[in-house]
Nanobody, 114 residues
Framework: QVQLVESGGGLVQTGGSLRLSCAAS????????MGWYRQTPGKQRALVAT???????NYVDSVKGRFTISRDNAKNTVYLQMNSLKPEDTAVYYCRAQYARIYWGQGTQVTVSS
């Protein structure tokens, strides 16, 4: 039923940029709060950025000023623009949707070389 499909991950050098996309097959997508989380081996999945149904955003301190989350409700898609990437940003990035329930995508790998 509900599907979240991430894309845009890849390998980039320090200081480079990537734009992640999450295409959501969700009825009334605009109702959902959306977010991006990331996880590295041996660590807990952690919040990166969120955007509410009203368009309000929140970021973890380590990415403020570098990452931007946005959404296009007409396309049922949420984006994460990542600039000035650092090796510490290397992780699997997961898309998250929340309304009555929480849904997760399969993740997309982001690797930043030193």
């Amino acid at each position: 039923q509900v599907q979240l499909v991430e894309s845009g991950g890849g390998l980039v050098q320090t200081g480079g940029s990537l734009r992640l996309s999450c295409a959501a097959s969700i009825s009334i997508f605009s109702n959902y709060a959306m977010g991006w989380y990331r996880q590295t081996p041996g660590k807990q999945r952690a919040l990166v950025a969120t955007i509410t149904s009203g368009g309000f955003t929140n970021y973890v301190d380590s990415v403020k000023g570098r990452f931007t989350i946005s959404r296009d409700n007409a396309k049922n898609t949420v984006y994460l623009q990542m600039n000035s990437l650092k090796p510490e940003d290397t992780a699997v990035y997961y898309c998250r949707a929340q309304y009555a329930r929480i849904y997760w995508g399969q993740g997309t790998q982001v690797t930043v070389s030193s």
